[in-house]
C-alpha cells in the first residue's frame, strides 16, 4: 500500500483571501469523517516511481459541504492512485458556512500548487481535479471557472486543471433537482435562484471546461443523477469531450469501499 509522502498547508481562515468564521478545532464525526473545518491542506501521495506517468490529480472528499469523508472518497483513492502510477493530493478543504468563495478558493489554490510549486520526485504533465458528492461540485466548479465568473481576478482562479473525475457529483441548483443540503450549506436557506445559478457549474461552464468523466448509479435517491446527465450535455454542447458511467445500482455515496457491487 502506497504510503502519504507529505502533507502541505495551503492556509486557514487568517490567511485566505475568505474566512468561512468557523473557529475552534476540527470535530471527528467517526468513519474518518471531519468537519468545523478551518483551514486548507493537501495530504500527497506521489506515483510509485516505476510507473508515474506525470499526471496528478487533487481529490476533494464529499460530505454536503458540512463535513468531510476523508477515507473512502480521499486517502483511500489517493493511495491507489500512486500505486497506478499518478500523483495524488487530498485536499481537506474549509466549509463555506454560507460564504461559497470559501472552498472554491481551496480548491484552485490546490490546483495552482500542484501546478506551479510541487517539486517531487517526477515531473508533472496535467493535474487534474477530482470529487465526490459536494465535493464533486466543488470539482466542478473549479473546472469550469465559478470563482472567477463571480468576479475573482486573481491567477489562481483563472486556472483550469486538465481533466475531471466527479462521483455521484451536485451540479445543479434547479430547487427541483438539486441536493438541497450541500446548497443550502454553500449559500444559505434563503438564497435566491440568481445566486443559486452562478454558483451552479452546468450554467457557468464554457469552452474552456477541461475533459471530464462521471460515475454514478441509476437509484441514487440522495443527489439525483439529472445533475450528471445535465452537466453532461451541457459539455457536449460545448463541444468539451465528456463520458458519463451510470450503473445500474448502488446509491450514493459508496466512494472506495469494497461493498459497493461494481
Not at 466542478?140 to 486573481?154: F, H, Y
Not at 473525475?165 to 451536485?170: D, G, K
Request: glycine share 10%; charged share 20%; hydrophobic share 40%.
Amino acid at each position: 500500500m502506497q504510503a502519504q509522502d507529505f502533507t502541505v498547508k495551503l492556509w486557514d481562515n487568517a490567511t485566505a483571501p475568505h474566512s468561512n468564521g468557523l473557529t475552534g478545532p476540527e470535530k471527528d464525526e467517526g468513519e474518518v469523517r471531519i468537519s468545523n473545518v478551518t483551514e486548507a491542506v493537501l495530504y500527497i501521495y506521489e506515483a510509485a516511481a516505476e510507473k508515474a506517468t506525470g499526471q496528478a490529480v487533487v481529490i476533494c472528499p464529499g460530505g454536503g459541504y458540512a463535513l468531510l469523508a476523508m477515507g473512502h472518497e480521499g486517502h483511500d483513492f489517493a493511495r491507489w492512485f500512486a500505486e497506478q502510477g499518478i500523483t495524488a493530493a487530498v485536499l481537506k478543504y474549509r466549509m463555506p458556512n454560507h460564504t461559497p468563495q470559501v472552498p472554491m478558493e481551496d480548491a484552485a489554490e490546490a490546483v495552482r500548487y500542484m501546478r506551479e510549486e510541487y517539486k517531487g520526485k517526477e515531473a508533472l504533465k496535467s493535474v487534474g481535479i477530482m470529487g465526490f458528492s459536494a465535493g464533486g461540485h466543488l470539482a466542478a466548479s473549479t473546472a469550469v471557472g465559478c470563482l472567477k465568473a463571480n468576479g475573482d481576478t486573481s491567477a489562481r482562479a483563472a486556472l483550469r486543471p486538465d481533466f475531471a473525475i466527479l462521483f455521484y457529483p451536485v451540479i445543479t441548483g434547479h430547487p427541483l433537482q438539486t441536493h438541497k443540503g450541500s446548497y443550502d450549506k454553500l449559500l444559505g436557506s434563503n438564497r435566491t435562484q440568481e445566486l443559486t445559478d452562478k454558483w451552479s457549474p452546468e450554467l457557468v461552464a464554457g469552452k474552456d471546461a477541461p475533459q471530464t468523466l462521471m460515475i454514478l448509479s441509476s437509484d441514487d435517491a440522495t443527489v439525483p443523477p439529472i445533475n450528471s446527465t445535465k452537466f453532461y450535455n451541457t459539455l457536449k454542447e460545448l463541444g468539451i469531450p465528456a463520458s458519463i458511467n451510470i450503473l445500474p445500482s448502488g446509491g450514493h455515496g459508496w466512494g472506495f469501499r469494497d461493498s459497493f457491487e461494481y
